[in-house]
């Protein structure tokens, strides 16, 4: 493993060239102890969706890549996983690719006396690297570099929000 980076951001380095390979999406990746394992987890995505065939698929595929090139010191469980409905808004590719869709954001400090938001992602500013969210309370612009955590927020119930699942 290459010193002084993250293994997420390693593993990322050789998981996307093959999940492109294979007409998928690298959504995230997550590298983390639960209970006494370390998980090594794959989120991919692909036009009409994952199933188990594509999780296989590409399972098969980077367990080569990881054997060879053995990024990872000690033993850990591998994953591969959809991102699910509510999947996270991680690229500049993701905030243009859901405009209009009803997000939830966490912020790392307060924007306008508030570290959480949900509304309807209305903006992506790619040179000011900004977001635009539409809220009961208004339009609120937010610095990606503020951004902890945004994902897809899906109103299952059909309470208002964005043009996600209802």
């Not at 500049?92 to 209009?100: C, E, K, M, T």
């Amino acid at each position: 493993m290459v010193a002084k980076e993250r293994i997420e951001d390693v593993v990322e380095g050789l998981a996307t060239p093959i999940a492109e390979q294979l007409g998928y999406e690298l959504v995230d990746v997550e590298y983390k102890k639960e209970g006494a394992n370390w998980v090594l987890r794959f989120f991919i995505d692909c036009p009409g969706g994952v199933g188990i065939d594509q999780c296989q698929t590409f399972s098969e595929a980077i367990e080569k890549v990881l054997d060879a090139e053995d990024p990872i010191p000690g033993s850990y469980l591998l994953e591969v996983s959809s991102p699910g409905a509510e999947r996270p808004l991680k690229k500049a590719s993701d905030y243009q690719r859901f405009l209009g869709e009803n997000v939830a954001v966490k912020l790392h400090r307060t924007v306008e006396g508030q570290k959480k938001y949900s509304g309807e992602l209305a903006g992506y500013d790619e040179e000011a690297k900004t977001i635009q969210l539409k809220t009961n309370s208004g339009l609120v612009t937010i610095a990606l570099k503020d951004i902890a955590k945004a994902n897809l927020n899906i109103d299952f119930f059909g309470t208002g929000g964005g043009k996600g699942l209802k």
